[in-house]
């Protein structure tokens, strides 16, 4: 049978000893964990990367110094914004684009006691981490809106012309502007992983629609152009062409960018009126003649003229036509009443008539030929109711064309030779007979000194331009000049509505002066008789069925007219 093995019992102190030496070493292998963690706590775990840049293992500080040097070109690199109509180039740092590297490392180093979490921070193959970016949003919107400044196109607006007969057309060209908003938020969210960003843009439409433009040419303006209008008007035509038609055409745009075609209607009226002259005639006003030595009423006729409005609205309606037949229209033709009719009239009664005897023989024959020349441009004359007449016009011009010679004319109170004297005995003539035929005095001029054979303060002088001898027809009748020669006298008769009877009242002579006497021995020196020189009234007073209707006085201050002794040989 066999023995039992004896063990020793080991003493309790080798026991502590034991427990010692296994506490000391846990101690230790703590104090190395510890150890162990605290140092890789202060390091980026192991594989950790930012933008494909290794940083593991790394305090954060060399970390953060390393991605400042590695990523640098990412702020200095320009984003490059595509557009189907150009590239823009934004520069980062301007457009408040700048790195976060101290966010993008926040928390990625720290010490733990997590065995799991140790190993990984020391063996794991890391992470990716995400880069952090600031965005100064209105720095960015700024830098894109300065480059938009330059980027952005406005429209070219469309047009239509008429011009030779032709339609020329230039069509719109859309403009274009960058979204500034929506390119920035594209540029946020893409930056710094994409430094190409598609842009947003916005087209700008011109306000005249390509459409509108199309309609209008298509409808409107070629068939206007088309080809001629013709025009016809009693048996008469005219041709509009379309090279007329587009000087008379022109396109106008509405305030809602609409074409409208406008036609110049004075400027058609012009072509269509110059082409139908022989469809037009004019009215006749009643006039009044001499014959036989008495008036004679010639009586107002009507005429025919276009209607304006039926050429406007047709030739406007051709133009939306084509072909010759549908652009060939009608004028329609309308009666037109003459300005000036002869009901009323009365011109058979003589309103007055006067007589001035003028000197004659061989010293006169210059004067005497004045004379009769200026009665013939007179005589015949009519003077329309309200009319004016004026005796400076009615002789213009004083020319040897008109058959005027020159005579004795009274020039600062000395009588010389000039072109049309004798004239002044007409005007007194023309001057009297109105006076007495009532109407209204508008202008004569008295002559400096006073001439005997002319009837005193009621005589005048002419001198074209300077004075005028005029007077209004203030009745409702013409009146109709009559003048010949007798014998030595003038004679001037007025036919027309007599309305006055009319009295003459010469007052005294006033204030009178006595002439000198001279002498000349020029060869142009014509003699001249003394006249004394004084101040006089005349008054016309006018009658109208026995009462008294009007009262007209006129002084004249006439001038001593010396007397003139010539005594050059050559002298008349």
Same mark, same amino acid.
């Given at each position: 049978?066999?023995? /039992? ?39 980026? &775990? ?34 490059? #914004? ?39 921070? +020391? ?40 011009? =030779? ?36 843009v916005e087209p700008v439409q011109p306000q005249l629609a390509a459409g509108e433009i199309?309609?209008? +040419?298509?409808?409107?303006?070629? /068939? ?23 000087? $008379? ?30 469809? +037009? ?17 010639? /009586? ?23 072909? @010759? ?9 309308? @009666? ?6 002869h009901r009323g009239w009365s011109v058979d009664q003589v309103m007055s008539e006067f007589?001035?005897?003028? &000197? ?32 400076? @016009?009615?002789?213009?011009? $004083? ?5 005027? +010679? ?33 109407? =209204? ?7 400096? %000194? %006073?001439?005997?054979? %002319? &009837?005193?303060?009621? @005589? ?17 009748? &013409? #009146?109709?000049?009559?003048?010949? #020669?007798?014998?030595?006298? #003038? ?67 006439? =001038?001593?007219? /010396? ?10």
């Amino acid at each position: 049978m066999p023995q /039992p093995e004896l063990v020793e019992e080991r003493p309790r102190s080798e026991w502590w000893g034991i427990l010692l030496r296994t506490t000391l070493a846990l101690l230790v292998l703590g104090g190395v964990y510890v150890g162990a963690a605290y140092y890789f706590g202060q390091r980026v &775990p192991n594989g950790t990367t930012v933008e494909g840049v290794a940083i593991g293992s790394l305090t954060p500080e060399t970390a953060e110094q390393t991605l400042a040097t590695r990523l640098a070109h990412l702020e200095s690199d320009p984003v490059v #914004i595509e557009t189907e109509h150009d590239e823009l180039r934004l520069q980062p740092e301007e457009a408040g684009l700048t790195l976060d590297l101290e966010e993008t490392l926040e928390g990625v180093a720290g010490m733990t006691l997590h065995p799991v979490e140790l190993w990984q921070q +020391v063996a794991d193959d890391g992470q990716e981490l995400p880069l952090q970016v600031d965005v100064d949003r209105a720095a960015l919107e700024a830098e894109l809106a300065r480059l938009a400044e330059e980027f952005d196109t406005e429209p070219q607006e469309g047009q239509v012309r008429l011009a =030779q007969g032709q339609v020329q057309r230039t069509d719109p060209v859309e403009g274009h502007r960058l979204d500034v908003a929506a390119t920035a938020d594209a540029v946020q969210q893409a930056w710094p992983q994409q430094v190409t960003v598609q842009g947003a843009v916005e087209p700008v439409q011109p306000q005249l629609a390509a459409g509108e433009i199309e309609r209008f +040419v298509t409808e409107v303006a070629e /068939p206007a152009l088309s080809g001629p209008v013709v025009v016809r008007a009693r048996g008469d035509e005219t041709v509009v062409s379309a090279n007329q038609l587009s000087r $008379i055409l022109t396109v106008k745009e509405t305030e809602q960018h609409r074409l409208r075609l406008r036609m110049d209607q004075a400027q058609l009226l012009e072509v269509v009126r110059g082409g139908l002259t022989d469809a +037009v005639e004019a009215p006749q006003n009643a006039s009044v003649s001499l014959e036989d030595g008495r008036p004679v009423v010639e /009586p107002a006729s009507k005429g025919s003229d276009l209607n304006d409005d039926s050429i406007i609205n047709r030739v406007q309606r051709a133009l939306q036509r084509t072909g @010759e037949k549908q652009r060939t229209v009608r004028a329609k033709m309308v @009666e037109v009443d003459p300005d000036r009719s002869h009901r009323g009239w009365s011109v058979d009664q003589v309103m007055s008539e006067f007589r001035s005897e003028f &000197p004659t023989g061989p010293a006169n024959e210059a004067r005497t030929s004045n004379i009769r020349v200026g009665l013939a441009h007179l005589n015949g004359t009519v003077v329309m109711p309200g009319e004016q007449f004026s005796l400076a @016009e009615s002789l213009s011009p $004083i020319s040897e064309d008109r058959g005027y +010679v020159d005579a004795g004319v009274i020039r600062d109170g000395r009588l010389v030779e000039g072109m049309g004297g004798g004239l002044s005995q007409v005007s007194t003539t023309v001057l009297n007979t109105a006076w007495f035929a009532g109407v =209204q005095l508008d202008e004569f001029t008295p002559h400096s %000194y %006073y001439i005997s054979r %002319y &009837p005193v303060g009621r @005589e005048a002088t002419i001198s074209v331009p300077v004075i005028d001898n005029r007077w209004t027809n203030d009745t409702d009748s &013409p #009146i109709v000049v009559q003048t010949w #020669i007798e014998g030595n006298d #003038i004679v001037m008769r007025f036919w027309g509505d007599r309305q006055y009877r009319v009295e003459t009242v010469t007052g005294p002579r006033r204030e009178v002066v006595q002439p000198e006497e001279r002498v000349d021995d020029s060869a142009d020196c014509l003699p001249q008789s003394p006249q004394e020189g004084f101040q006089i009234t005349v008054t016309r007073v006018l009658y109208r069925g026995g009462q008294e209707a009007a009262r007209e006085s006129y002084t004249t201050r006439y =001038q001593p007219s /010396p007397q003139v002794t010539c005594t050059h040989p050559q002298a008349p």
